[in-house]
């Protein structure tokens, strides 16, 4: 399969602007003594931002190309891995961190289930998807599909749902931009 996170990796960061390193902190209640995990983070572009505010930061993604920008930091562990099957023990993480990422994974309801496990008792997760309630997200969803990306969008509701359905306490919170943060608590 063509990875197009591959071939746009040299770019992405100057095409794609981090988003609000403040709103996030908050959203995930940094600092916080521990790890955190950015799971499909990319080259890092948003995660790196939280650096100073958690002890350690961990970034998954399966793109070679968008790995290797990660590294080029050297701020934080870089490692290649599906979100559906991530490489770390049980409980090893006090925050999880998924940002415009979750309709590009596989298995999106094994993925939320494998960060559940690896998330800590009493810990956080909080994913930034594009809210398919606006109808520009409704046509960025049919362009990463006639691109053949293998993209599928989710209302912020449906994410809700898989969440719940994992035991997490879920809030969802939307604002004027096409963004929602769907924060769950374990």
Known sequence: MFDHFNL??????RMIPPPNAG??????????RGRLLDAGGGTG????QLKPYIDELVLTDVSIGMLRKAYEKRSFEVSMAHAENLP??????ERILVVDALHHFCNQE?????????????????IEEPDLNHFSVK?????????????HFNYPREIRAMLVS???NVDIEVDETITAWIIADK
């Open 110 to 126: 094994q993925a939320i289930a494998d960060m559940v496990r690896v998330l800590k008792p009493g810990g956080r997760l909080v």
């Open 23 to 32: 709103r996030l902190k908050e959203l995930l209640r940094l600092p916080v």
């Open 166 to 168: 994992h035991g997490l």
């Open 8 to 13: 746009i990796a040299p770019i992405y960061e």
């Open 45 to 48: 572009r948003v995660s790196s």
């Open 139 to 151: 046509m960025i969803a049919v362009a990463e599909k006639v691109a053949l990306m293998r993209s």
């Open 88 to 93: 770390f023990a049980i409980a090893s993480f």
